[in-house]
């Protein structure tokens, strides 16, 4: 089983909806970092969580890592097509902030 | 500001030949860089990581090396290209003299064995 679990895997909005992706670990998150991919692209980095209980926001997206700092969701608000994509979470789950963990990523789709 | 190249952006290469990818960075020293492998239906594998000139390390073992000629350079390589080699490859870079904990990544190389 993969150590970083990443759901839905796939997901289908009508733009203005709300949406929530999880990503949950088998182990304590030294570091949460969440990254968006249009297909045949790189990564580009959203936000990163390092505290239990901590919450960023960007823009209509908001990021949080639980108390526990195994499980982190990403939330974005009235969805619009340019949030369409693949929205990947990557973890250090070793504490050295060198080699993350990725989950295998969840596909948006934001229809009109 | 800091930017990573990746070339070339896609390549198609029969089974048993070379590969050579590079991945180069501008903006910072000393950056840690990473080689990961994106299949199809599958999430990012890290192949190879290195924290300095001439330091790598290897996350998966295959046919598959990396090299870091110079600080901010990067490079994919293998003698002999299997089928099973195809996939999207992503470099990225971290660390370095903004000391970021987050990893930038590069557009990425498709590469298809044939």
């Known amino acids: 089983s993969q150590e970083l679990e990443q759901s839905p895997q796939s997901l289908i909005v009508q733009e203005g909806k709300n949406l929530t992706i999880n990503c949950t670990s088998s182990?304590?998150?030294?570091?949460l970092y969440w990254y968006k991919q249009k297909y045949g692209e790189g990564l580009i980095f959203l936000m990163m969580l390092q505290k239990g209980g901590e919450e960023k926001s960007h823009e209509k997206i908001t990021a949080k890592l639980d108390e526990k700092k195994q499980q982190s969701s990403l939330h974005i608000t009235a969805s619009q097509p340019s949030h369409a994509g693949i929205y990947l979470c990557?973890?250090?789950?070793?504490?050295?902030?060198?080699?993350?963990?990725f989950g295998t990523g969840t596909r948006l789709q934001v229809t009109l | 500001s800091q930017t990573i190249h990746q070339w070339p952006a896609t390549l198609v290469q029969p089974v048993g030949s070379p590969l050579s990818l590079e991945c180069t960075v501008e903006g910072t020293s000393n950056p840690n860089l990473y080689w990961y492998r994106q299949a199809a239906g599958r999430g990012l594998q890290l192949l190879f990581y290195s924290v300095g000139i001439g330091q790598i390390s290897s996350e998966v073992p295959q046919n598959l090396s990396a090299s870091r000629p110079q600080d901010r350079q990067f490079i994919l390589s293998s003698k002999k290209l299997l089928l099973s080699d195809s996939g999207f490859y992503l470099c990225a870079w971290s660390g370095g003299n903004w000391a970021t904990y987050e990893q930038y990544f590069g557009p990425g190389t498709r590469l298809t064995v044939t």
């Open positions: 990557g973890a250090d789950m070793a504490g050295t902030a060198s080699k993350l963990t």
């Open positions: 182990k304590t998150l030294y570091g």
